[in-house]
């Protein structure tokens, strides 16, 4: 049997870093946000991590747990609830772009957008005035205002 390995790890602790915060911004730590624009009365739970170059606009909501990558834009008065992910790599090669920046996608989402528990959002585009139901897979731009649900999500309603 062999022996395990005594090296230490390599450790990185959560922090918040190269931050630009607006007025009235709440963060529940740990979080892990860097190099991010949070707009003004904007709120992050904890178990957040928000990657460098994401803009959050004014009055938005990102509850725990929620993981947004970089190349993401969120309009104001937007609600994203826990567990939700962002994807920014579509596997276009077959695999991860492990590093291949230029493979990676924007992700815009417009204003008064509400993204339920444990979506995944691909990289896509979203307008205004739009709910995606808990559970849900964005797999295609949404240009509609309406609610939105499923594997992938599709329409359900007007609003």
């Not at 992050?44 to 928000?50: L, N, T």
């Not at 990657?51 to 947004?68: D, L, N, P």
């Not at 937007?78 to 492990?98: K, Q, S, Y």
């Not at 797999?139 to 499923?150: L, V």
Request: proline share 6%; glycine share 12%; with cysteine.
């Amino acid at each position: 049997m062999s022996q395990p390995d005594t090296q230490a790890p390599e450790r990185r602790t959560v922090a918040i870093r190269d931050v630009s915060f607006g007025s009235g911004v709440t963060v529940v730590e740990p979080t892990n946000l860097y190099g991010c624009t949070l707009g003004d009365d904007v709120f992050v739970g904890p178990f957040v991590e928000i990657q460098a170059g994401v803009t959050i606009g004014a009055r938005c909501r990102i509850q725990s747990h929620s993981f947004i990558c970089e190349l993401v834009s969120i309009g104001d008065d937007c609600v994203v609830a826990h567990g939700v992910m962002f994807i920014n790599d579509l596997f276009e090669t077959g695999g991860p772009a492990r590093g291949r920046r230029e493979l990676w996608r924007n992700t815009k989402i417009g204003c008064n957008v509400s993204i339920g528990s444990n979506a995944t959002v691909l990289p896509v585009s979203i307008c205004d005035n739009v709910v995606v139901g808990a559970g849900s897979v964005v797999t295609r731009d949404i240009t509609k205002p309406g609610i939105y649900a499923g594997n992938p999500a599709r329409r359900i309603r007007p609003l």
